[in-house]
C-alpha cells in the first residue's frame, strides 16, 4: 500500500448538482426525484451525451462501443498495462429514484476528478464505464452491457432479445446508433487488472448499524425461471369443483412452495420471488384456463440455490401431475455468484481506514455488474447507505455526506490500485 496518503478533495456540490440534473432527463410524468429512463429511448440518449459532455470537458478519452457501453479514460504514465476500472449504470426502472447505478458513474468521475485537482499520477490508467442496460426492464434480463462484456450470454442470444413491441435488441441498438459488430463488446480476461464499483447498498444493514461503508466481500446471482401452466377454462358456475383443473389455483399451490423452500433454506441469504403473475382469461365468472409467473432465486452459495430450485421443480411438477394441469419451465438465465477479490477489498479497507470512516464487510443481495465483470477482472463493490433501505423507489436517498465518503473511499482505492 502506499505510505504517503494523498488528500482527496471531493466536490460534493459539483457532484450533487450533476446527481440531480441527470434526473431532469426522465420519462416519468412526476418530476425528481422519480426516474425513469429505459436503455436505448430518446431520454437514454439524451443522459448519455450529457455524461459524454462532462467526460470531455474532464479531459477523459471516450469510447463506446457497439452496443452503447460507455468508456472514460484517464490515461496513466503506462498505458500498456492493464487499467483499473470503476463505473456502473444510468438506466433507471420505470417511476425510479436517482441514486441507483448513477452514483457509481457520477461518483467515479468525481473520483477521477478529485485524483487529478490533487496531482495525483497514475501508474495504470484510471477508466470510468458506463454499462448499457444493467436494468432488464426493456429486454427482461439485467447487464446485458456488462454480460457482453464479459462473454457471459452469446451474441446471436444477445441480438435476438425482444422488447415488448417485438423489436430486437440488435434492432434497437442499431437505430440508437450503436454500430459494428457485437463481438467487439467482448473484453478478453485481464483486460483491467481491477474493477471497483460505487453503488448504493439497496438494504438497510449500513444505515441499521450506523457504518459509513460496506466493503463487499461477495454478490449474489440470480436464476430467473418463467413457468406457463395450463389447465381447463369454464363457466363459473357450470363445472363442478371435483371435475375442475383450475390452472390459477395450481399456480397458487407452486408460488406457495416457491416461498416455502426459501423460508426452509439452510441458508439465511437464499431469497424467492415470484414477481409478475398473468391470468387468462382474467373474467369474474370464467376459470382461469391459462397462468404465467416467473420466479427469482438467488444466493451467494450456487450449489445451496442450484438444490433448492432442482427440488422446486420436482414438487411443481408433483404438484401439476395431481391437478390434472400441464407447466412449461423456462429457464431465463442461472448466472453463477462471484467471489470478490481479497487484495482490491484490503484496498477498500485500507482506504476505508485512511479516510477516517466507519465500514464493515458484507454480501449484495442484489446483482450488479460487478458480477459479470468478476468473470474478466478481480472486483469488489464500495456500497453507501440508502435511507430506509429503500432502493427503485422515487424515494430512495443517500446525503451528500454519505456519498461524499463513498467517492473519497472509491478515489483511494482507485490511486492505490493505479501504483500496482
Not at 446508433?177 to 444493514?205: C, K
Amino acid at each position: 500500500m502506499n505510505d504517503s496518503p494523498i488528500s482527496i478533495d471531493v466536490d460534493a456540490d459539483r457532484l450533487i448538482n450533476e446527481l440531480n440534473h441527470l434526473a431532469t432527463l426522465s420519462d416519468c410524468p412526476e418530476p425528481p426525484p422519480a426516474v425513469t429512463r429505459v436503455v436505448f429511448t430518446e431520454t437514454d440518449l439524451k443522459a448519455r451525451a450529457y455524461l459524454r459532455s462532462l467526460y470531455e470537458e474532464a479531459g477523459l478519452q471516450v469510447r463506446v462501443d457497439p452496443i452503447g457501453n460507455t468508456f472514460a479514460r484517464w490515461i496513466g504514465r503506462d498505458d500498456t498495462l492493464p487499467a483499473v476500472a470503476t463505473g456502473s449504470h444510468t438506466d433507471a426502472i420505470p417511476h425510479a429514484g436517482m441514486y441507483d447505478g448513477t452514483v457509481g458513474v457520477l461518483g467515479g468521475l468525481e473520483a477521477i476528478r478529485s485524483l487529478m485537482r490533487c496531482r495525483f499520477s497514475p501508474r495504470r490508467s484510471i477508466e470510468l464505464v458506463m454499462f448499457t442496460s444493467e436494468e432488464p426492464t426493456r429486454f427482461a434480463i439485467g447487464c446485458t452491457g456488462s454480460r457482453a462484456m464479459a462473454g457471459a450470454m452469446s451474441v446471436d442470444r444477445l441480438s435476438q432479445l425482444m422488447d415488448a413491441s417485438g423489436d430486437s435488441y440488435d434492432a434497437v441498438r442499431q437505430r440508437s446508433g450503436f454500430t459494428g459488430s457485437i463481438y467487439d463488446a467482448i473484453l478478453a480476461p485481464g483486460h483491467y487488472a481491477s474493477f471497483v464499483e460505487l453503488h448504493i447498498e439497496q438494504g438497510p444493514e449500513l444505515e441499521a448499524d450506523g457504518i459509513d461503508i460496506g466493503v463487499v466481500t461477495a454478490i449474489a446471482a440470480p436464476a430467473t425461471y418463467a413457468f406457463q401452466v395450463d389447465g381447463q377454462g369454464g363457466h363459473a358456475g357450470a363445472v363442478l369443483m371435483p371435475r375442475r383443473k383450475d390452472a390459477l389455483c395450481a399456480a397458487a399451490e407452486m408460488v406457495t412452495a416457491i416461498e416455502s423452500a426459501a423460508h426452509g433454506s439452510n441458508r439465511c441469504d437464499l431469497v424467492a420471488t415470484v414477481g409478475e403473475l398473468t391470468v387468462h382469461p382474467g373474467a369474474v365468472n370464467s376459470i382461469p384456463s391459462r397462468v404465467r409467473f416467473t420466479m427469482d432465486i438467488r444466493d451467494i452459495d450456487a450449489a445451496n440455490r442450484n438444490g433448492v430450485i432442482d427440488n422446486l421443480l420436482e414438487t411443481i411438477d408433483t404438484i401439476a401431475r395431481r391437478r390434472g394441469v400441464t407447466v412449461e419451465v423456462d429457464c431465463h438465465n442461472c448466472d453463477p455468484p462471484a467471489t470478490c477479490d481479497n487484495a482490491v477489498i484490503a484496498c477498500i479497507t485500507q482506504a476505508c481506514q485512511t479516510s477516517g470512516v466507519s465500514h464493515q464487510r458484507m454480501i449484495s443481495r442484489a446483482y450488479h455488474d460487478s458480477l459479470f465483470m468478476a468473470r474478466i477482472s478481480p472486483v469488489a463493490m464500495i456500497f453507501i447507505p440508502c435511507r430506509g433501505g429503500v432502493s427503485h423507489r422515487p424515494d430512495e436517498y443517500s446525503s451528500p455526506d454519505q456519498i461524499t465518503k463513498g467517492v473519497e473511499v472509491l478515489a483511494r482505492s482507485l490511486a492505490e490500485l493505479s501504483l500496482l
